[in-house]
């Protein structure tokens, strides 16, 4: 069966200070894990995504995952927070071929003026 | 291109009410899924579409829940009759299809549903 665990329910940064999203992850083989971010009142977008090629996946606005088999570890970090990022992270993992996806229950970003 | 596109965004209803919503996929995008999302949770699967054949509905409550996709494009998820419990925000995604491991699945921006 797969899963995600994530760590941590709220993060609070300042501005400008680097993120950093915790998840681990539990499958059955080799899994597809996904960030997605949900702001409010909009529908959720994906940030990135990791298929078993490099470990270290970079997406959009600045998000960058690792994937780290000896710790079943996803986390998320982003080297400097901005206002906009400000949203619920989620982490994801795919059952595979049928890509039914498994969410975990969330990390609520703040960022600090 | 338009996203997925989701119709009411917001409803409000008396418990034992019927409700129903829609949902339009990416043109093109041949599996559509249903995902319920609880306050503080994570969305979590409904039903799954390939064109019009429900593929995966499993966890869709079926004594009070059902789903259609006709003509194997746009989508409706009603409930009947609703129940408090059901108060939540309900999902559309949409992919490319072809069972491409990893696909990218593309969300609608849900329909919040308040049972009074």
């Known amino acids: 069966a797969q899963s995600v665990t994530q760590l941590d329910s709220h993060v609070s940064v300042s501005e400008g200070t680097p993120v950093l999203l915790r998840c681990n992850y539990s499958?059955?083989?080799?899994?597809?894990l996904f960030w997605y971010v949900q702001h409010p009142n909009k529908g959720l977008q994906l940030l990135l995504k990791?298929?078993?090629?490099?470990?270290l996946v970079k997406g959009i606005n600045g998000f960058e995952a690792e994937f780290k088999k000896s710790e079943t570890s996803f986390h998320l970090t982003k080297p400097s927070a901005h206002m906009s990022d400000a949203a619920e992270y989620f982490c994801?993992?795919?059952?595979?071929?049928?890509?039914?996806?498994?969410f975990g229950t969330g990390t609520r970003l703040t960022v600090i003026p | 291109e338009a996203g997925v596109v989701q119709s009411p965004r917001y409803k409000i209803i008396e418990k034992k009410q019927p409700v129903a919503f829609w949902c339009n996929p990416i043109?093109?995008?041949?599996?559509l899924y249903w995902y319920l999302q609880n306050l503080g949770q994570g969305p979590e699967l409904l039903i799954r579409?390939?064109?019009?054949?429900?593929?995966?509905d499993s966890q869709l409550p079926k004594d009070r829940f059902s789903a259609e996709r006709l003509k194997g494009v746009d989508s409706t998820l009603k409930i009947q009759p609703a129940e408090l419990g059901d108060s939540a925000v309900y999902l559309c995604?949409?992919?490319?299809?072809?069972?491409?491991?990893?696909?990218?699945?593309?969300f609608g921006p849900g329909t919040r549903l308040l049972v009074l």
């Open positions: 995604a949409s992919s490319r299809g072809g069972r491409v491991a990893a696909e990218t699945q593309y």
């Open positions: 499958s059955s083989y080799s899994p597809s």
């Open positions: 990791y298929t078993s090629a490099a470990t």
């Open positions: 994801v993992v795919s059952d595979g071929g049928a890509n039914n996806l498994f």
């Open positions: 043109s093109g995008h041949n599996t």
């Open positions: 579409y390939e064109n019009e054949e429900a593929v995966d």
